[in-house]
């Protein structure tokens, strides 16, 4: 028995005396390897050839190839990174504990960087929520790993209270491999405005977390025609503005909404009103279940999905991308859960479950 591996797929066939098809001997030693060919000599290739194509061995050959190519495009449509949310592609890994980092190539950023996965080298700019390693730990591999790429130098928005310990890791880092750690580090604080992209700008608001901690809104900027000049026709218009006279108001447009690691009391800050209602919000939801209570969850500074739950009221957005669940649950505990929360509000409810096991795996 001859058994040809083919990927996913194995051909068997069986060589006899019986069978027309003999193995076919390559190169016979008692001539050239390449010899001439005779006028009426047919080549053994051609010989080969056609006893295989008489055997259906290359039938077999070709169906094995086709299902290996079905099972490459199912496997690939199952680990298709990012999810569709309301015009953005939203990748990443959120684990309570473990890691965090969300991925938004649109914004070309990423919010925290627990590790460091491979689509975030690409991103230009990083928002570190906070200190804790499962959120900051892979900056210094993503900033050595854009230099080794010859990317430019990041920009890395930081809490301001946490810059000069986060420049002293860098250091370290830059001593212990002898290389250079170049970014931009910026100490952007609550209520402050950074542009960037020209239609583009990140405002940071205040969380809740057992150390000190905020989190993102980014906002897209557009100009729209003052309300006293709307009854004017585009001539009248166009006149107006060559002579100088600002006849739009700029409007910032909450897009996306971060958290990272928070307790529920984000959502009753009057002055985070845009990040509920921004079109995506994307709030951590550690805790699912009865085995840790609301009191708990808040003594370690995270969220309850009870809590989202009671609060429902106050989500304005056209999604909300849940994440940072417990290592605890597996996918069937975060969709039920999920769920819960879908009953509530009117914005779609989506978890992040990468990373995370399956009941049935």
């Known amino acids: 028995m001859t058994i040809l591996p083919l990927g996913h797929s194995t051909l068997q066939f069986s060589l006899t005396t019986n069978s027309p098809f003999k193995t076919p001997q390559i190169f016979p030693f008692h001539q050239p390897i390449f ?191 003052r309300k006293q000049y709307s009854h004017m026709n585009g001539k009248q218009i166009e006149k107006l503005k060559k002579s100088g006279v600002e006849i739009t108001d700029t409007i910032l447009a909450p897009e996306v909404a971060f958290t990272g690691d928070t307790t529920s009391d984000f959502m009753l800050d009057p002055l985070n009103a845009d990040a509920l209602r921004a079109k995506v919000l994307i709030t951590e939801a550690t805790f699912l279940d009865d085995s840790t209570s609301v009191e708990q969850a808040r003594q370690h500074g995270h969220t309850h999905i009870s809590e989202l739950i009671e609060n429902a009221q106050w989500i304005r957005n056209k999604t909300v991308l849940l994440t940072h669940f417990s290592s605890r649950y597996n996918i069937e505990d975060i969709h039920q859960a999920a769920s819960r929360l879908q009953s509530k509000v009117s914005a779609k409810v989506v978890p992040l479950t990468k990373g995370f096991k399956s009941l049935y795996s």
């Open 35 to 225: 010899s001439p060919k005779q006028p009426n000599q047919v080549s053994l290739q051609t010989h080969v050839v056609n006893a295989i194509k008489g055997s259906g061995y290359l039938s077999e050959i070709s169906k094995a190839i086709d299902y290996e190519e079905q099972y490459r495009v199912a496997k690939s449509q199952v680990n298709r990174n990012g999810l569709d949310l309301e015009g953005y592609s939203i990748e990443g890994v959120s684990i309570g504990g473990h890691e965090t980092c969300i991925i938004i190539p649109e914004f070309k950023c990423a919010f925290d960087i627990g590790r460091c996965p491979t689509r975030a080298i690409h991103q230009n700019f990083v928002f570190i929520t906070h200190a804790h390693l499962d959120h900051i730990g892979g900056l210094p591999m993503y900033i050595g790993s854009r230099g080794l790429y010859n990317l430019k130098p990041p920009t890395v928005f930081v809490p301001p209270c946490i810059k000069d310990d986060v420049e002293k890791l860098l250091d370290v880092h830059e001593s212990l491999g002898q290389v250079e750690l170049n970014c931009e580090l910026v100490a952007l604080d609550v209520g402050e405005t950074y542009e960037i992209r020209n239609d583009l700008v990140v405002r940071p608001f205040k969380t809740h977390h057992v150390i000190p901690s905020q989190g993102y809104v980014v906002y897209s900027i557009r100009k729209k025609l």
